[in-house]
């Protein structure tokens, strides 16, 4: 059975389903980062074995095996040290970062850079990123907590028509995604030649799909306005594509499509997690592992109203 090695630090859980565990280690002297991904049993869902789903359990080991699927511009990978296989999964190994985060402008115009390049079409990147977490909440029967709040009938709305809005997503020009842009994804800069941009980790979730998806997700975890942060991002997509105003309004209907329905998603697992217990459910509202979401979505309340006209 595999272990971590003795005197490797554990570092904050992270990742996706197929995490393991994080470590603090060194790779020939050099502080490294290392991650364990569990290789899916018989009782794990079968979509983690599936390459294009957005859960694929191995995918970071594969942006580790090439990392020039993802090395900009824009986003470029921090570096992969070792990639070690076995049984029951996959250790990488990639150099720690130390070093003050970008300003969250900088990283929107980032990500729009690194959406808006021409790409290698691989066929292990996540295809349905949205719709795939989407159908989780499908299987729990939509959004059945947030029933029981103010926010019902807009939920129901929104919920009812999430067919609708999943097409107008995917009419969005496509380009890379990350795939999980959230802050602490992106610890430092870099500066290759001409090219600058920010470094990331965590490329779990690195898949093609509807440009603006990243910079939707991203604005759920910064205080920069949405529109302040749609802007640097449509200038970093501008200095690589030809963007219509057309393509300009997709790109802006994807961000506004995920921003929300991520939102309600996300509100609706933290208030399911703490409903079970006493009190009445509006009582939990402030429940610190529920409040940072309801103020994530009240802060977006402009986007989600762009949904219900």
């Not at 470590?23 to 002297?29: D, I, L, Q, S, T």
């Not at 859960?55 to 594969?62: L, V």
């Not at 799909?209 to 970093?236: H, K, M, N, Q, W």
């Amino acid at each position: 059975m595999w272990q971590p090695e003795p005197g490797w630090t554990p570092l904050r859980p992270g990742g996706g389903p197929a995490t393991v565990g994080l470590w603090r280690a060194e790779v020939r002297g050099r502080p490294a980062v290392v991650k364990r991904l569990g290789r899916p049993t018989e009782d794990d869902p079968a979509v983690l074995s599936e390459p294009t789903h957005a859960g694929y359990w191995r995918r970071e080991a594969e942006v580790a095996l090439a990392p020039n699927t993802v090395d900009g511009p824009g986003l470029r990978s921090a570096e992969f040290l070792r990639v070690d296989e076995d049984d029951e999964g996959v250790t990488l190994w990639s150099a720690e970062l130390v070093d003050v985060p970008p300003p969250a402008l900088q990283v929107a115009h980032a990500l729009g850079r690194f959406a808006a390049a021409a790409y290698e079409d691989v066929p292990w990147a996540a295809r349905r990123t949205l719709l795939d977490r989407l159908a989780m909440a499908e299987e729990r029967g939509g959004w059945p907590t947030l029933a029981r709040t103010p926010m019902a009938d807009v939920a129901d709305l929104l919920w009812s028509r999430r067919g609708h809005w999943l097409g107008e997503y995917a009419a969005a020009p496509a380009g890379r995604l990350h795939g999980d842009a959230v802050p602490t994804n992106f610890p430092a800069n870099y500066a290759v030649g001409d090219d600058e941009g920010v470094l990331a980790v965590d490329w779990q979730g690195f898949g093609i799909g509807p440009i603006g998806t990243d910079l939707g997700y991203y604005a759920l975890s910064t205080r920069e306005d949405f529109e302040v942060l749609l802007g640097a991002f449509l200038d970093g997509v501008r200095q690589l594509r030809a963007t219509s105003a057309e393509d300009a309004a997709a790109i802006r209907l994807a961000a506004t499509v995920m921003c929300i329905f991520s939102a309600i998603s996300r509100a609706e697992w933290a208030l399911s997690r703490v409903a079970p217990g006493e009190g009445a459910l509006h009582g939990k509202f402030n429940h610190p592992s529920v409040a940072p979401y309801l103020r994530a979505l009240q802060r977006q309340l402009p986007q989600m109203e762009a949904l219900l006209t």
